[in-house]
């Protein structure tokens, strides 16, 4: 049994940076590949990054150039540096497998770009 906790999301302007952090509980997380999801209020669910166990990544358009996702296998950790950061870029954040499992959506990480 995997759990996941994020961390990172905060208030930013827009143009600015911020890096989220997923902490990963359980065995077999390295062979796992992961991705970054995000919910804006009143819209689905959506994908914005994913990574393999090896590490070869792919990006959500609207966040391609401006978004990193990378692992540190080490640390059962997935990062999403997020650069250049939009309003539209406002959601609440969530890491989970990919695919996605509804076994292991955490609470997210709220991320809220205004000035």
């Known amino acids: 049994q995997v759990q996941l906790v994020e961390s990172g999301g905060g208030l930013v302007q827009p143009g600015g940076s911020l890096r989220l952090s997923c902490a990963a509980s359980?065995?077999?997380?390295?062979?796992?590949?992961m991705g970054w999801y995000r919910q804006a209020p009143g819209k689905q669910r959506d994908l914005v990054a994913r990574?393999?166990?090896?590490?070869?990544?792919n990006y959500a358009d609207s966040v391609k150039g401006r978004f990193t996702i990378s692992r540190d296998n080490a640390k059962n950790t997935v990062y999403l540096q997020m650069n250049s950061l939009k309003p539209e870029d406002t959601a609440v954040y969530y890491c989970?497998?990919?695919?996605?499992?509804?076994?292991?959506w955490g609470q997210g990480t709220q991320v809220t770009v205004s000035s």
């Open positions: 990574i393999t166990g090896g590490g070869s990544t």
């Open positions: 359980g065995s077999f997380f390295s062979i796992y590949a």
């Open positions: 989970n497998r990919y695919p996605a499992s509804s076994a292991y």
